[in-house]
């Protein structure tokens, strides 16, 4: 394996590749999920769709292909994904009358069909989400995090106004949040994109932003009002109880398979994966060890353990292969299974097992009689102590003490020089966009977000040294 500090796209890309989630594909950007890497999806979808559903919102599916037309009915939209656009322009053989793009996003279908839908204000609010593929054709892709298609769910809704849909917009923000902090253990800030940042056509984009090991950013989540700027392009309008038509106002937020990225980068280390146990696909693995095959009792006792795990919900492996115990304690701590099992000749003598955790170094010896207990306690400590680990790794890593791009551009530069992670920079902004620019121009560094609740606020913009209007995370970002 590649060293992490080393070259981390290097061990990024060996480490999702021998934990065997992915493979590629002849068609550039566009990846193959393995049952191991789609399982952990799985895992975060059952954690997303259950807070969904909790809160009103309901599943559907609409079309892959759009029509251009309805691009151009949202200008800022098609400008904003423009260059991104796959087209279909031909068939059965013959070309098209109009093009039709493989949805980057779904804002367009779902407002042309929303003007059908809504009618009145007893239709409202609508709560649909979709879980679909998307397609942004990328000029720099990397597995996971930035690919030409890749897996998603995508919330639209509308409401008579802009405080319900206000109140939606945060709503899901905070869900995404949750989800994030206590299902994938990664520590995110909460804020407000800038205006250059925000999605294409939306009055205000929020998101969740979170911290890999190298460093570098990943917007985790977003969530936006959209205001009626797609019921105007699409004549979204409703019979309000005053019997007048008014257009409704509306939102949308999604997450992706950046997740399982994310989850890689921020808890993986120099033997591979590092899977929180809530989403790992197996989440506890049992292995003989010694000359297992001469004892049969080592097997039954081992069988016995796995059912009782199965009869709790556990997701268990009884790895019995002709492999050395040696050979399987790699094999599985390279795909990242939380808890490990150990069981021999001299334990089953004691009446034990050898318990341990994939991110800790020392093993537990449990009686066997706990055995079952010892697992569920550790399963919970562990996802806890993952997050707690990620958070102390991020603290450490976000400056709060730089004040102008020059002292951000010796940061950079005294980090490469002692190959250290140059990591976030917790800056003041005056709102205009030419030192927002000249910030990434220079040092590659963007705005993250504007977080609700900065650790201080700074007084000073990082580029002009004006008045600052606001605390800004800036960070290189995949």
Known sequence: MSKQLEDFSKWYIETIQKADLMDYTPVRGCIAFKPDGYEIWEHIQEEMDRRFKETGHRNAYFPMLIPESFFQKEKDHIEGFSPELPWVTEAAGEPLEERLA???????????????????????????????????????????????????????????????????????????????????????????????????????????????????????????????KFA?????????????????????????TRLIGSVI?????????????????????????????????????LDEIFGALKAKGIRVCL?????????????????????????????????????KARDEADKQAIELANIVTAIEQELTTMQTRLLEKAR????????????????????????????????????????ENACEEQVKEETKYTSRNIPFNPPITKPTCIGCGYKAKHTVWFAQAY
């Open 232 to 256: 105007e392009a699409f004549n979204i309008k409703y019979l309000t109880k005053a019997n007048k038509h008014d257009y409704v106002h509306t939102t949308s937020w999604g997450t992706s």
């Open 392 to 431: 102390q790794f991020r603290e450490a890593n976000a400056y709060t003490h730089i004040e102008s791009l020059a002292q951000l551009q010796q940061h950079i530069k005294a980090a490469k020089e002692n190959s250290t992670i140059p990591g976030w920079v917790l800056a003041g902004w005056c709102g």
């Open 102 to 228: 493989l949805r980057p996003t779904s804002e367009t279908m779902i407002g042309h069909l929303y003007s059908n839908w809504i009618k009145s204000y007893r239709d409202l609010p609508v709560l649909i989400n979709q879980w679909a593929n998307v397609f942004r054709w990328e000029k720099k892709t990397l597995p996971f995090i930035r690919t030409s298609e890749f897996l998603w769910q995508e919330g639209h809704t509308a409401h008579v106004d802009e405080e319900d849909a206000r109140q939606e917009t945060m709503q899901m923000l905070e869900i995404y949040k949750e989800v994030v902090e206590q299902v994938l253990a990664i520590p995110v800030y909460d804020g407000q994109k800038t205006p250059s940042e925000r999605f294409a056509g939306a009055v205000d984009t929020y998101s969740i932003e979170a911290m890999m090991k190298n460093g570098k950013a990943v917007q985790a989540g977003t969530s936006h009002y959209l205001g009626t």
């Open 265 to 301: 980068m921020v808890h993986g280390d120099e033997q591979g994966l590092v899977l929180p146990p809530r989403i790992a696909p197996t989440q506890v693995v049992l292995i003989p060890v010694g000359p297992w095959k001469k004892n049969p009792q080592i097997i039954e006792q």
């Open 319 to 355: 790895d019995d292969s002709d492999q050395s115990p040696g050979f399987k304690f790699n094999e599985w701590e390279l795909k990242g299974v939380p808890l490990r099992v150990e069981l021999g000749p001299r334990d089953l003598d004691n009446n034990q097992a050898q318990l």
